[in-house]
C-alpha cells in the first residue's frame, strides 16, 4: 500500500493512538509496520508531531475587559438604550441639578478631549528610556474628577428614588467598576496595551453618563412630588 | 456538565444578568483566542464575539442540553467566522471553492524538515494563511485541544471530514514552515 492510503492513521498516530493488539486496530499495526520502512512517513511524522507541540504552545490571546460591557450593552438592543440605563428611560427635565450634571460632563469631554490632543505634543520632551507613563492618565484624571462631582450629586438625591431603581442602578454601577479595575489591571500589566487603554475609557465614560442620568431621572422624581405637593394644596384650598 | 449547563441556560433565560456574565467569563477567553486566529484581527474579533454572544443570547431558549453549552457556543461562533470569511471572500472575489480545495501536494523536490523549534510568529501567520476550513479544524484540534469527534459536532461535518481537514492544514503548514 502507498502512503496516502494511511492518510487518518497517521493522523491518529501522530495524536498519540497506538495498536494495542486489538482486532480493531488493525489498520494501525499496519501503518506502523509501514512507517518502520518509510522514510516519507517518518519525516511527516517528526514534522507533524512539532507543528502540534507548537500549536498547542501558542500564546493566549485575551480579550479585552471593555468586550463584556459592549456585550452587556447589546443584549438591551431593542430598547434602544444600552441596558443599565433602561429603567432611566423618559424625558428628562431641564431642573437645577440636571443642569450642574451637564454642565460637569460638558467639562470633562471638552478636559478629556484637551488632555487627549495636548499628550502627543508632550513626548518627545520625555527623556529616553524613561518609564512612560499610561496615555490615559491626564483623561482618567478628568474622568475622576466629574465621577466625583456626579456622585456627590447622586448622593445628594438617592432618597429621591425608588429601591427598585436604586437597585438597578447600584447593580450597574457594580460592572462599571468591575470593567474599570480590569482595565486598570490590564494597563498595570502592560501600560502601552492600546485596547486596555480604549477600554478604561470607555467604561469611564459610560460610568460619568450613567451617574449623569441618575441625577436627572432624581431630579425628575422631584419634580413630580413638588407637583404632587402642588396640587394638593390647591385642592386643600 | 450538562445538568450544570441547562442550569446556567435556564438562570440566563430567566432574565439573571449574573448568569450570562457567568456563561461570559466561563467562555470568552478561549473563544476570543479562536476568533482572532480564525480572522486575523482583534478587532474584528470583538465585533463578532460580541454579536455570537448577543446571538447566544436570544437563541438560549432553544438550547436543550444536547451538547455542552460550549460546544453549542463554539459551533455558534465557528458559524459566524466562516460566514464572516465568506462574505470576505466574496467582497475580494477570490477565486476560491466554497472552504477549501487547494492542492495539499508536496513539493516534488526534497526541502528541509520543519525546525524543531517553530517559532510562535512563524506559525501565526501560517495559520493566517491556511483556507477557512482547514484553519477552522486545525485551531479547533491542534490548538484549542477538542478531539476529531468534537470538532466534528462544532463544524458540522463528520469525523472522517475533520480528520481530513487537520491533514490538510498540517501538510499546508509543514510547506509553510520549511521554506
Redesign the interface.
Known amino acids: 500500500m502507498n502512503c496516502e492510503t494511511y492518510e487518518n492513521q497517521l493522523g491518529d498516530y501522530v495524536d498519540g493512538a497506538r495498536a494495542s493488539g486489538l482486532p480493531g486496530d488493525a489498520r494501525l499495526a499496519a501503518f506502523e509496520r509501514h512507517l518502520a520502512g518509510c522514510a516519507r512517513c517518518q519525516a511527516l511524522v517528526a514534522d507533524f508531531t512539532s507543528i502540534r507541540g507548537a500549536a498547542a504552545r501558542l500564546e493566549e490571546h485575551v480579550p479585552p475587559p471593555r468586550l463584556w460591557t459592549r456585550v452587556a450593552a447589546s443584549i438591551g438592543e431593542p430598547q434602544q438604550r444600552p441596558w443599565w440605563r433602561r429603567p432611566l428611560a423618559g424625558a428628562f427635565p431641564s431642573w437645577a441639578p440636571v443642569a450642574v450634571a451637564v454642565s460637569l460632563a460638558l467639562l470633562i469631554a471638552g478636559a478629556t478631549w484637551l488632555a487627549w490632543t495636548q499628550e502627543p505634543a508632550a513626548a518627545p520632551h520625555e527623556a529616553v528610556g524613561a518609564p512612560a507613563e499610561p496615555d490615559t492618565a491626564p483623561a482618567e484624571e478628568h474622568y475622576e474628577a466629574a465621577i466625583a462631582g456626579l456622585e456627590q450629586l447622586a448622593a445628594w438625591q438617592d432618597a429621591s428614588l425608588d429601591a427598585d431603581t436604586r437597585a438597578v442602578l447600584k447593580q450597574n454601577l457594580a460592572v462599571l467598576d468591575r470593567a474599570i479595575s480590569e482595565s486598570r489591571a490590564a494597563l498595570a500589566d502592560e501600560p502601552a496595551d492600546a485596547l486596555a487603554q480604549e477600554s478604561l475609557l470607555d467604561a469611564l465614560d459610560t460610568k460619568v453618563t450613567l451617574l449623569q442620568d441618575t441625577v436627572a431621572l432624581a431630579a425628575d422624581a422631584d419634580a413630580g412630588s413638588d407637583d404632587a405637593a402642588g396640587a394638593a394644596k390647591e385642592l386643600n384650598q | 456538565m450538562r445538568t450544570a449547563d441547562l442550569e446556567l441556560a435556564a438562570r440566563c433565560r430567566a432574565g439573571d ?1 449574573d448568569a ?2 457567568e456563561l ?2 466561563q467562555h ?2 478561549r473563544l ?2 479562536l476568533v ?2 480564525m480572522l486575523g484581527s ?1 478587532e474584528d ?2 465585533d463578532l ?3 455570537v ?2 446571538q447566544a ?1 436570544r437563541k438560549l431558549a432553544g438550547f436543550r442540553g444536547e451538547s455542552t453549552l460550549g460546544t453549542w457556543l463554539y459551533r455558534l461562533t465557528m458559524n459566524h467566522c466562516l460566514d464572516h470569511l465568506r462574505g470576505r471572500h466574496a467582497k475580494m472575489s477570490r477565486a476560491t471553492d466554497s472552504l477549501d480545495d487547494e492542492g495539499t501536494a508536496e513539493p516534488m523536490a526534497p526541502a528541509p ?4 523549534a ?1 517559532s ?1 510568529m512563524d ?2 501567520k501560517a ?1 493566517d494563511a491556511l483556507p477557512p476550513g482547514a484553519r477552522a479544524a ?1 485551531l479547533l484540534h ?2 484549542e ?1 477538542f478531539e476529531h469527534q468534537e470538532v466534528a459536532e462544532i463544524l458540522g461535518v463528520s469525523e ?1 471530514t475533520s ?2 481537514q ?2 490538510k492544514a ?1 501538510l499546508k ?2 510547506a509553510m ?2 521554506r
Not at chain 2, 113 to 116: D, E, F, N, R
Request: hydrophobic share 45%; no cysteine; net charge positive.
Open positions: 444578568a450570562f456574565e461570559y467569563r470568552a477567553r476570543f483566542g482572532v486566529r482583534g474579533a470583538e464575539l460580541q454579536e454572544f448577543l443570547h524538515a520543519v525546525p524543531p517553530i510562535r506559525l501565526e495559520i486545525f491542534d490548538v485541544g472522517g480528520k481530513s487537520v491533514h498540517r503548514l509543514r514552515l520549511r
